[in-house]
């Protein structure tokens, strides 16, 4: 059995307090375990190799400053990639949420940041899924249907972009959860 | 095959928080009904959400889906101990409205609302954001919620001084960080894979 990635990354001892806690949401633990298996352990990988999983989640947890998580998800990757990687993260740190709103009463609210684009030299698939994942990070907002146009033209399939969605939108949850429990832990 | 955005237009767009009804148009090719395997069916959790374009569309990776769908049903639906219900949709309702989910923020501003009784500050919420005074409860957890919500996060000692002070314990307090940053999970997904609508009847 693998451990438990929350517990690990969260620095939760079995039977801590915080763990026990967790316990009485039993489902939700297994399921957040298996969250992080169906995405990192998967065996298909026709649609996002693991190579491209691990760099995008090196990636988001850069971003968000989490030095413990992306460290835990550069393991596998190559120096060159790990490299990459974390010199894409600093050419993109920004602060979110930010974006548009529909036009309309909320545009008063509208704010923008920087748009990341990923350095020439990463490869068009890995740069494509980079730009994808900062902006799922920061300006989740400004989705829309371009983004995910200019996935597929980098060559990513439907059902790839949905992994690589799951996968963005899945850190965005598995870090803060992280960081709320460190931050319960020690106050 | 080919593969292909679907860039919808000429529908109704939301353009503020709301706590109506909304429907959700796809940007990509759900996945074909006549084509679930028995592992798709499992992806689905609930065999009703066949009829759903965003779950079939999520289901082309099923296994996450399964996952993703069984962690949320708990976080938000099992009674024991914890923060009550309408608490946890609130600190949904806080996130999404951070993160300018207005479909996300329908759902659950209308089940905070069913939960709690108190439509009114729900929906002060979603009209004028996480500076609404909703009584001191209340803004410990959407100040958390939102907090937690931000990119770095920027929750910290006195959120949870701030909840505590309002009689939340660490089962309740831990309630309020699973519901925020699940919602973290769902607005990516909504925002970003299609749109609102507003229903035309």
Avoid at chain 1, 81 to 90: F, H, K, S, V, W
Wanted: charged content about 20%.
């Amino acid at each position: 059995m693998s451990i438990d990635v929350i517990d690990h990354l969260a620095g939760l001892a079995p039977g801590s307090p915080l763990a026990t806690i967790r316990d009485v949401r039993r489902q939700a633990r297994e399921q957040a375990q298996a969250s992080y298996v169906a995405l990192f352990e998967a065996s298909e990988l026709a649609d996002m190799s693991r190579d491209e999983r691990h760099a995008v989640a090196t990636f988001v947890a850069a971003l968000h400053r989490d030095t413990t998580i992306a460290a835990y998800y550069a393991k596998p990757l190559v120096p060159d990639l790990a490299i990459t990687i974390a010199t894409e993260a600093t050419r993109g740190m920004a602060s979110g949420p930010f974006g548009a709103y529909p036009a309309g009463k909320l545009s008063a609210e509208d704010t923008t940041g920087p748009v990341y684009a990923a350095s020439p030299g990463v490869a068009p698939r890995l740069a494509a899924a980079l730009n994808h994942a900062h902006m799922l990070v920061f300006h989740l907002r400004d989705a829309s249907p371009e983004h995910l146009q200019a996935l597929l033209d980098a060559g990513w399939s439907t059902t790839g972009i949905v992994t690589l969605s799951q996968l963005v939108a899945f850190l965005s949850f598995q870090i803060r959860v992280v960081h709320g429990l460190r931050t319960l832990a020690g106050a | 095959m080919t593969e292909h955005t679907i860039p919808q237009s000429g529908h109704a767009v939301p353009t503020v928080f709301t706590q109506a009804q909304l429907d959700w148009l796809p940007w990509l090719e759900p996945f074909p009904e006549a084509a679930l395997t028995e592992r798709h069916w499992a992806g689905l959790v609930d065999a009703s959400r066949a009829k759903s374009p965003y779950f079939m569309l999520l289901v082309r990776d099923p296994d996450i889906l399964q996952a993703r769908t069984k962690t949320d049903k708990d976080i938000f639906y099992n009674p024991e101990a914890g923060l009550p219900r309408a608490e946890r949709e609130l600190a949904a309702a806080a996130a999404s409205r951070l993160n300018g989910c207005i479909y996300c923020a329908s759902v659950h501003a209308r089940f905070a609302t069913h939960f709690s009784k108190r439509g009114d500050d729900v929906q002060r919420l979603l009209d004028d954001g996480l500076t609404a005074d909703l009584g001191p409860r209340w803004n410990a957890i959407t100040s958390a919620s939102a907090a937690l919500s931000a990119t770095p996060s920027s929750f910290g000692a006195a959120h949870v001084a701030a909840l505590r002070a309002q009689g939340l314990d660490d089962a309740a307090i831990v309630d309020v960080i699973n519901g925020a940053a699940f919602f973290n999970w769902a607005n990516r997904l909504m925002l970003s894979l299609g749109e609102p609508e507003l229903p035309t009847t």
